[in-house]
């Protein structure tokens, strides 16, 4: 899940204050056709209503993978790795590296891309070159010159996905996806849903516990959004997260004696990457090293990007220091590539996962249409969080001018009648705030709070043998941990 995102449609019955429990029978959708795809993996399209509320009329294709079980099969385990707009088949692709070999042992392991994403009926708005600029702007506006260009970038982002996405952008909510998962449960043959979701993909598995309480056997939420706050509240908390995760890693820096930074305390160090981004700013940086950059130079919002990547991986962090070893010496192209890496562009230019993304999150939440108020909120998140705050607030500004009206009203997800739902939150995560985990456990009813002491986005499978164990037995035997559990 990349930082602008999480911010979560329905064309299901929606009130004003939220969705509705479905339990309605599912028309048919077919049984999957899979074909083999290489490397042990089967791959399959399935089926589903455009409108879920006019179940016989236009259909749209979801892209499906799967790898069966290696040993005594319990049912599938769908996946989910965040975004909005990350692909669910090229997750499942990684699958070694996602899940266990215990729990590959006992599930099929299914991916799948939800609708708008990737090989799902994508959102398109840009082409590559019109993306570059867009994620090149300015996104801290000085003065009035510099918020016209972003106020035009961002009017004109929402006007190409409206042109070239049309009456997709209505359908591409959660609400919608959730549905598409119960019609995938179902044609893969299973009773009831177990589901592994990361980052959004943890709002993804509320909505679906939400809408379908008798439907889930097991779910695990790992990097957990709160779905109860308003949008500015939602990016308000994040970048506060990636100001904590900052810190940690400059405080961790310092310890080793081979940092970038000058200064030999944290808020010296801090300070450094506020007065390097304003630099980046004055004076785009050079990012020719790497071969393929072009003409690209690196301006302060990919300044911004490039050193808050490193953030959702501890492993990551000595890139960091890397890019930044660079960075004060004039060359962007180490904050270059971390960037790209965040919005997945490769040289060969980018998928749709910042398209998804943006088209994913203005209908699933309700943003205002005044332009004054991101600049207000972004004048509150310099004083809070000063290096990551303005860019946040300002990066949801295409939502201002979407062609879809929101069709998700922010309120909790109670879930109420599901088996036991846990939830992973990790207490210095950069892009979900460990807060949002508590929140998320406290409002659903059957919600088990497993915490992990440590940094980096979500905490499955990412070496801490405590929380792959709990994670493990719960998925297997449905048994959660003791609600209020720590790791290590």
């Known amino acids: 899940m990349w930082f602008r995102a999480l911010t979560v449609l329905v064309a299901v019955a929606l009130l004003a204050a939220g969705c509705v429990r479905d339990e309605r029978p599912l028309p048919a959708t077919g049984a999957l056709a899979w074909t083999d795809c290489g490397d042990g993996f089967q791959c399959a399209k399935l089926a589903v209503p455009l409108d879920h509320d006019v179940p016989d009329g236009e259909r749209i294709r979801i892209s499906v993978i799967r790898l069966p079980a290696t040993g005594d099969r319990i049912g599938s385990l769908l996946l989910n790795p965040g975004g909005p707009g990350g692909s669910g088949v ?57 918020r016209a260009a972003l106020e035009r970038g961002s009017r004109e982002f929402a006007q190409g996905c409206a042109a070239h996405a049309g009456k997709l952008l209505r359908h591409v909510g959660t609400v919608d996806a959730a549905r598409d998962m119960d019609a995938l449960r179902e044609a893969l043959g299973d009773r009831k849903l ?67 930074f000058r200064s030999r305390d944290a808020d010296g160090a801090l300070e450094e990457l506020t007065e390097l981004l304003r630099r980046t700013d004055r004076h785009p ?30 492993g990551g962090w000595p890139m960091l220091t890397e890019a930044l070893t660079q960075a004060f010496k004039g060359d962007g192209t180490m904050l270059l590539h971390n960037a790209d890496t965040l919005v997945d562009r490769a040289f060969d230019g ?132 003791k609600n209020g559990a720590t790791c290590p």
Not at 111 to 124: C, K, L, N, T, Y
Not at 239 to 258: H, I, N, P, Q, S
Request: a negative charge; glycine letters at 10%.
């Open 90 to 146: 090229a997750y499942a692709r990684a699958a070694q590296s996602v899940v266990s070999p215990g729990v590959r042992a006992r599930f099929d392991i299914v991916g799948f891309d939800p609708r708008g994403v990737g090989e799902s009926a994508p959102v398109d708005c840009l082409d590559d070159r019109r993306l570059d600029a867009f994620l090149a702007l300015d996104a801290t506006p000085d003065d009035a010159a510099e």
């Open 194 to 260: 177990t589901y592994l979701g990361k980052s959004y993909g943890t709002f993804l598995g509320a909505v679906y516990a939400d809408l379908f309480p008798g439907r889930t056997r097991a779910l695990v939420l790992d990097g957990a959004v709160d779905p109860a706050l308003s949008r500015f509240r939602f990016n308000a908390d994040q970048a506060a997260g990636f100001e904590v995760a900052f810190r940690a890693y400059v405080d961790d820096c310092l310890a080793r004696g081979d940092c970038p």
């Open 285 to 314: 940086l050079p990012a020719g090293a790497g071969g393929d950059a072009g003409d690209r130079v690196v301006t302060e919002p990919l300044a911004l990007l490039g050193a808050l990547t490193p953030l959702y991986d501890r």
């Open 350 to 481: 980018y998928s749709n996962q910042t398209e998804a993304n943006m088209a994913v999150n203005c209908v699933d939440g309700v943003y205002p249409k005044d332009v004054a108020a991101y600049e207000r909120a972004a004048a509150d998140l310099s004083r809070t969080a000063p290096r990551f705050g303005p860019y946040i607030a300002w990066s949801s500004l295409p939502c201002a001018y979407w062609p879809a009206r929101p069709t998700f009203q922010n309120h909790p997800l109670t879930a109420k009648g599901a088996p036991p739902i846990l939830v992973v939150g990790t207490t210095r995560d950069p892009a979900t705030p460990y807060a949002w985990a508590r929140s998320l456990a406290g409002e659903l009813e059957s919600g088990v709070l497993l915490t992990y002491d440590g940094d980096g986005h979500t905490a499955y499978n990412s070496g801490d043998t405590c929380v792959d164990t709990a994670v493990d037995r719960y998925l297997v035997t449905g048994a959660p941990p």
